[in-house]
Structures are given as structure tokens and as C-alpha cells.
T-cell receptor
């Protein structure tokens, strides 16, 4: 069975500082990996995803994530935090095999707070 | 711009009531999903549908059923609401693969 662990339910950074949100997964087959963001009172938006190919993936709003197979990790980073980045972030994993319906296993979420 | 619209933002229902949560998408997507979101647990898949009248159970289908009679509409049904079904419910859609567009959620309280 797949599982996703997001280290730290709350992360706080200063505006302009590096954002690092950690995600580790377990999967018996090569995974597809995703990061979603949820702003207050809204649904989720897809930030970025890794399926195959280049292990460094760039997403929207200046975020990127690197797939590290040896570490079973897919950490999300942004060089310089902005106040508008304050939100909850979810990591998710899907087995690369099987049907294409996209059944994901989500992590428990990390709330990012950005201080002025 | 793709829209996934959930009919209610907030719902309050009594234990034992039959509850319908409606979701409509406007992009002719094949896949539609229902998740529940609880603090500290992330999102858990209840049901998904990959075509009209087609459905598959997710991780926590007990106490729920779904209906997809038209491609754009996916309904979640709580046959007999219970207090442990108090939660945020999120609908999502995609052409194929992982959920791409989410609705803003329905916060259901069962008293």
C-alpha cells in the first residue's frame, strides 16, 4: 500500500526566505507524485507533478520539486516566499501502473505561514 | 476557465437524513471524484467515476453512494447521515489521470 508523509504540519517562514516543504512516500512501483495547494475557503489547485523524465519539476507560482528515488522524497521548494504563498500544501502519490483514473493517496497537509 | 461547482457551501443535516451533495463540471471531463477532507488526515477518496454510469469505490466508501447519470454531474449520497460524516467534501474532475480541478467544497455538519 502506498503512503505519504509530510514532515511538519505547520511551517513558518519570513517573507523572502526559502520555503521547504517535505514529503516522503512509500510505493511498491515507480510513483507519480503531485503537490497541490489549498488557499483558505477554496478547493485544491495542482502546483506541479512528476510522472517520468526530468526529476526536477517546475510548477506554478515559482515552486519546484525534485524527485529523489534513493530518498523516496519529493520536497517542494520556493527560493523566496511571498505573503500570497500562505496556504495549506498537500503532497500526493499514485502508482504509475494500473488504470488512468488517477487514484491518489494524499499526505496530511502542511500549513505554510509567511510572516512580514 | 474550468469550473467545478458544488451546489452548497454549507449544509446542516440531522442524523438519519438522506443527504445529496451535487457537483457539476463544465469541461466535458471524463473523470470525477469525491473526497472528504478532515484535519490531520488530508484528503481521502470516497468514490470516483470515469464515465457516465461508471463508478469505482475509493478508500472510504462505507456509508456513501454516488450517481453519475450525465457526464457533467456527479452526486454523492449519504444514505443515512451520521455524526461521523461531519466533514468537508470536495469534488474534483479531470480529463484523465489525477484530479486537476477542484470545487470549493461543501462543509457538512450532521447533528
Amino acid at each position: 500500500a502506498q503512503s505519504v508523509t509530510q514532515l511538519g504540519s505547520h511551517v513558518s517562514v519570513s517573507e523572502g526566505a526559502l520555503v521547504l516543504l517535505r514529503c516522503n512516500y512509500s510505493s511498491s512501483v515507480p510513483p507519480y507524485l503531485f503537490w497541490y495547494v489549498q488557499y483558505p475557503n477554496q478547493g485544491l489547485q495542482l502546483l506541479l507533478k512528476y510522472t517520468t523524465g526530468a526529476t526536477l519539476v517546475k510548477g506554478i507560482n515559482g515552486f519546484e520539486a525534485e524527485f529523489k528515488k534513493s530518498e523516496t522524497s519529493f520536497h517542494l521548494t520556493k527560493p523566496s516566499a511571498h505573503m500570497s504563498d500562505a496556504a495549506e500544501y498537500f503532497c500526493a502519490v499514485r502508482d504509475s501502473g494500473g488504470t488512468s483514473y488517477g487514484k491518489l493517496t494524499f499526505g496530511q497537509g502542511t500549513i505554510l505561514t509567511v510572516h512580514p | 476557465d474550468v469550473k467545478v461547482t458544488q451546489s452548497s457551501r454549507y449544509l446542516v443535516k440531522r442524523t438519519g437524513e438522506k443527504v445529496f451533495l451535487e457537483c457539476v463540471q463544465d469541461m466535458d471531463h471524463e473523470n470525477m471524484f469525491w473526497y472528504r477532507q478532515d484535519p490531520g488526515l488530508g484528503l481521502r477518496l470516497i468514490y470516483f467515476s470515469y464515465d457516465v454510469k461508471m463508478k469505482e469505490k475509493g478508500d472510504i466508501p462505507e456509508g456513501y453512494s454516488v450517481s453519475r447519470e450525465k457526464k457533467e454531474r456527479f452526486s454523492l449520497i449519504l444514505e443515512s447521515a451520521s455524526t461521523n460524516q461531519t466533514s468537508m467534501y470536495l469534488c474534483a474532475s479531470s480529463f484523465r489521470g489525477a484530479p486537476l480541478h477542484f470545487g470549493n467544497g461543501t462543509r457538512l455538519t450532521v447533528t
